[in-house]
DNA sequence: TATTGTTATACTCTATAACTATA
DNA sequence: TATAGTTATAGAGTATAACAATA
């Protein structure tokens, strides 16, 4: 027997579903590149910011400075980004030659996993989502050390 | 300095973002009945459908099986919910008094959550979200057991 | 054989507090 | 004093494999 569930009318539960439709369909399309979805959208904020600063790409990403240390530190062991120091406490990340491959792989990975979602739902709701989602994440956003 | 930031433009990524701010009013909203989401949700559905059983609910809510257990019991222990032996290896779920109680005050609360997002979005922009969420579920929904 | 509930375990992301060394 | 990065730790949700008891 199936059930009823009253949440299904509910936005928040509708969000969270969908949101994790994509975030499975994205790891799956990112699996063979051994990433995980934190590390994919860091290596890609630092490809279009060289020279940023982890706190700075936190900020982007809405996470936390102290979450920020073990994904940095994944980046590097793999030689896909690499940082100088600014000055006494804060370095500049860049991503190293291998880096920019794998983000371009990477990129290309996200634009055909977004192509079959944007294909389902259509210019018209797609130009809705676009400017719905962003105004819910005003009423609070869980910003980084907001 | 602000970083510029391509995901912006994802629908994956804004999905995530606008899921995770919703979360975040929800967890602050039920703070001091001092249940988590998936315990809220878990409540509401077996409130529904009384003498359902866990599957059901994990099958409803894509939860799976193995992590129902630690939800239900919980839900046991601090009894909102009661359960019945049916045969040798399925129970029936079904709300205590007192987990109806709760269960009343919890809806109360997310109706107050949800009508903050429903109000700043407009009666037309959440037709069209309700309308496109489930679509984006179609893919392949990260259903419990797939 | 298939199903219900269970155990054990690991992974991913998130959250907080406190520390260091700078600025 | 405030900031950048760090450590340690906890919490929440999710994932898999394997098992017992039962249908």
Same mark, same amino acid.
């Given at each position: 027997m199936t059930l009823t569930n009253?949440?299904?009318s509910r936005l928040g539960y509708q969000l969270r579903r969908a949101s994790a439709v994509m975030m499975a369909d994205l790891s799956r399309e990112l *699996? !063979? =590149? !051994?990433l995980r979805p934190a590390e994919v959208t860091t290596l890609l904020v630092i490809a279009e910011n060289p020279e940023?600063? %982890?706190t700075e790409v936190g900020q982007a990403l809405a996470i936390?400075?102290?979450n920020m240390v073990p994904i940095i530190s994944r980046l590097m062991e793999r030689d896909l980004v690499a940082r100088r120091r600014i000055d006494g406490r804060s370095h500049a990340l860049t991503l190293t030659d291998y880096g920019r491959e794998i983000a371009t792989d990477a990129q290309d990975r996200i634009d055909r996993h977004e192509a079959r979602f *944007? %294909?389902? =739902?259509?210019a018209t709701d797609m130009q809705t989502l676009f400017r719905c989602l962003p105004v819910i994440r005003t009423v609070r956003d869980a910003e980084a050390e907001a």
């Open positions: 009253a949440l299904e *699996a !063979d =590149l !051994d940023c600063s %982890q936390k400075r102290a *944007a %294909q389902l =739902l259509g």
